[in-house]
């Protein structure tokens, strides 16, 4: 059964950092790219950032370039996402999910999704 669980969620002042975790299993994590996504209350779900399956290649929304790292740990079945200079405008719920492309960025490429985990960026 495929399943992706994130973590490291929490309450962060601006400015400040932290680091999302999304533990897969089921599949085999270097087959598949593993996107992180965010929807904030009223708004839609946008895509972050993405790694490949093939070489790593990563992908950033413009918003995060610069501040947010994506990366992966095949052998602990790991996608992080490293967030800094957060501000209060990336406030959401974060989610990591998993597509069989090379690369991919629609929600609608992904196919598993996990069940997000809170980030919020308040003084």
């Known amino acids: 059964q495929v399943q992706l669980v994130e973590s490291g969620g929490g309450l962060v002042q601006p400015g400040g950092s932290l680091r999302l975790s999304c533990v897969v299993s089921?599949?085999?994590?270097?087959?598949?790219?593993i996107g992180w996504f965010r929807q904030a209350p009223g708004k839609e779900r946008e895509g972050v950032s993405c790694?490949?399956?093939?070489?790593?290649?990563?992908y950033y929304a413009d918003f995060v370039k610069g501040r947010f790292t994506i990366s992966r740990d095949n052998a602990k079945n790991t996608v992080y996402l490293q967030m800094n200079s957060l501000t209060p405008e990336d406030t959401a719920v974060y989610y990591c999910?998993?597509?069989?492309?090379?690369?991919?960025?629609?929600?609608?490429?992904?196919?598993?999704w996990g069940q997000g985990t809170q980030v919020t960026v308040s003084s």
């Open positions: 999910a998993a597509s069989v492309l090379l690369i991919a960025w629609r929600p609608d490429d992904f196919g598993s």
């Open positions: 089921g599949f085999r994590l270097d087959y598949y790219a």
């Open positions: 790694i490949s399956s093939s070489d790593d290649s990563t």
